[in-house]
Protein backbone atom coordinates (compact mmCIF):
# COMPACT_ATOMS: atom_id res chain seq x y z
CA UNK A 1 0.00 0.00 0.00
CA UNK A 2 0.87 3.58 -1.22
CA UNK A 3 1.61 6.04 1.94
CA UNK A 4 3.45 8.70 0.32
CA UNK A 5 6.28 10.01 -1.91
CA UNK A 6 9.65 11.07 -1.63
CA UNK A 7 11.75 12.69 -4.06
CA UNK A 8 15.49 13.87 -3.82
CA UNK A 9 15.79 17.77 -3.30
CA UNK A 10 19.84 19.23 -3.43
CA UNK A 11 21.36 20.38 -0.14
CA UNK A 12 21.14 23.84 -0.74
CA UNK A 13 17.64 23.95 -1.11
CA UNK A 14 16.16 21.33 1.42
CA UNK A 15 16.72 23.74 4.31
CA UNK A 16 13.95 26.04 2.94
CA UNK A 17 11.04 23.57 3.78
CA UNK A 18 12.49 23.92 7.20
CA UNK A 19 11.93 27.79 7.09
CA UNK A 20 8.64 28.77 6.00
CA UNK A 21 8.48 27.41 2.27
CA UNK A 22 5.88 24.65 1.84
CA UNK A 23 5.53 24.14 -1.87
CA UNK A 24 7.67 21.77 -3.99
CA UNK A 25 7.74 22.28 -7.99
CA UNK A 26 8.66 19.59 -10.01
CA UNK A 27 8.04 17.92 -13.33
CA UNK A 28 5.18 15.70 -12.56
CA UNK A 29 6.89 12.35 -11.87
CA UNK A 30 5.72 9.48 -9.25
CA UNK A 31 2.61 11.47 -8.37
CA UNK A 32 -0.53 9.84 -9.60
CA UNK A 33 -1.17 7.79 -6.56
CA UNK A 34 -0.79 10.73 -4.31
CA UNK A 35 -3.72 11.95 -2.50
CA UNK A 36 -3.82 14.64 0.41
CA UNK A 37 -2.99 13.53 3.81
CA UNK A 38 -0.13 10.97 2.57
CA UNK A 39 3.76 11.59 4.01
CA UNK A 40 6.01 13.22 1.95
CA UNK A 41 9.64 12.99 2.62
CA UNK A 42 12.28 14.95 1.97
CA UNK A 43 15.69 13.17 0.60
CA UNK A 44 18.67 15.74 0.84
CA UNK A 45 20.77 14.57 -2.22
CA UNK A 46 24.35 16.05 -3.55
CA UNK A 47 25.55 15.75 0.16
CA UNK A 48 24.77 14.32 3.72
CA UNK A 49 22.53 12.23 2.00
CA UNK A 50 19.28 10.89 3.23
CA UNK A 51 15.81 11.37 4.52
CA UNK A 52 16.23 15.00 6.69
CA UNK A 53 12.17 15.85 7.56
CA UNK A 54 8.64 14.56 6.27
CA UNK A 55 5.32 16.12 5.88
CA UNK A 56 2.59 16.10 5.05
CA UNK A 57 0.91 16.64 1.60
CA UNK A 58 -2.32 19.07 1.71
CA UNK A 59 -3.00 19.35 -2.02
CA UNK A 60 -1.15 18.72 -5.67
CA UNK A 61 -1.79 21.32 -8.60
CA UNK A 62 -0.48 19.96 -12.12
CA UNK A 63 0.05 22.40 -14.80
CA UNK A 64 2.12 22.77 -18.36
CA UNK A 65 3.40 25.57 -17.32
CA UNK A 66 4.84 25.91 -13.95
CA UNK A 67 5.53 30.07 -13.99
CA UNK A 68 1.74 29.38 -13.13
CA UNK A 69 2.13 28.34 -9.51
CA UNK A 70 3.82 31.72 -8.74
CA UNK A 71 -0.09 32.80 -9.14
CA UNK A 72 -1.27 30.10 -6.73
CA UNK A 73 0.99 29.88 -4.16
CA UNK A 74 3.13 32.69 -4.66
CA UNK A 75 7.06 32.92 -2.66
CA UNK A 76 5.67 29.96 -0.51
CA UNK A 77 7.49 27.83 -3.72
CA UNK A 78 10.29 26.35 -2.28
CA UNK A 79 12.71 28.05 -5.90
CA UNK A 80 12.09 31.47 -6.65
CA UNK A 81 11.58 32.19 -10.24
CA UNK A 82 14.87 32.70 -11.25
CA UNK A 83 15.49 29.16 -10.22
CA UNK A 84 12.14 27.85 -11.72
CA UNK A 85 13.53 29.48 -14.89
CA UNK A 86 16.59 27.89 -15.26
CA UNK A 87 14.98 24.88 -14.06
CA UNK A 88 12.65 24.34 -16.60
CA UNK A 89 15.36 25.43 -18.83
CA UNK A 90 17.49 22.69 -17.97
CA UNK A 91 14.36 20.39 -18.62
CA UNK A 92 13.69 20.59 -21.73
CA UNK A 93 16.00 18.77 -23.16
CA UNK A 94 13.88 15.67 -21.75
CA UNK A 95 11.08 17.41 -24.00
CA UNK A 96 6.84 16.26 -24.12
CA UNK A 97 6.52 12.87 -25.45
CA UNK A 98 5.22 12.15 -28.96
CA UNK A 99 2.07 10.55 -29.04
CA UNK A 100 0.03 9.77 -32.50
CA UNK A 101 2.39 12.78 -33.91
CA UNK A 102 1.72 15.47 -31.89
CA UNK A 103 3.76 16.34 -28.72
CA UNK A 104 2.49 16.20 -25.43
CA UNK A 105 3.33 19.20 -23.81
CA UNK A 106 5.04 18.11 -20.40
CA UNK A 107 3.09 17.97 -17.12
CA UNK A 108 4.59 20.16 -13.66
CA UNK A 109 3.59 19.37 -9.87
CA UNK A 110 2.91 21.47 -6.99
CA UNK A 111 2.95 19.60 -3.90
CA UNK A 112 1.87 21.95 -1.02
CA UNK A 113 3.59 20.86 2.28
CA UNK A 114 1.89 21.11 6.11
CA UNK A 115 3.30 19.71 8.95
CA UNK A 116 6.48 20.20 8.07
CA UNK A 117 9.28 18.04 10.57
CA UNK A 118 13.26 17.82 10.31
CA UNK A 119 14.56 15.22 11.75
CA UNK A 120 17.61 15.10 14.01
CA UNK A 121 19.87 13.35 11.62
CA UNK A 122 19.52 12.37 8.16
CA UNK A 123 18.15 8.33 7.82
CA UNK A 124 19.95 6.84 4.80
CA UNK A 125 17.47 4.84 2.74
CA UNK A 126 17.11 1.37 1.99
CA UNK A 127 17.32 1.77 -1.88
CA UNK A 128 18.54 4.43 -3.91
CA UNK A 129 16.49 7.33 -4.27
CA UNK A 130 16.28 7.76 -8.57
CA UNK A 131 15.77 11.69 -9.48
CA UNK A 132 11.77 10.75 -10.73
CA UNK A 133 11.42 9.80 -6.88
CA UNK A 134 10.02 7.01 -5.55
CA UNK A 135 6.54 5.79 -3.69
CA UNK A 136 7.19 5.17 0.16
CA UNK A 137 4.91 1.79 0.91
CA UNK A 138 3.88 0.53 3.74
Known sequence: MIVGVTYPIP????????????????????????????????????EDTGFVGE?????????????????????????????LKEYIKSQERWKGVKSRGKEKKKLWMAIELEDIKKYDKPIKPKRFVSVSGQYLRE
Not at 14 to 41: E, I, Q, S, Y
Not at 69 to 83: S, V
Open 11 to 46: KQFVDRFFKGKNVFVKPATVWKHLKPGMKFVFYQSR
Open 55 to 83: AKIKRIVLSENPMQFFDTFGDKIFLTKEE
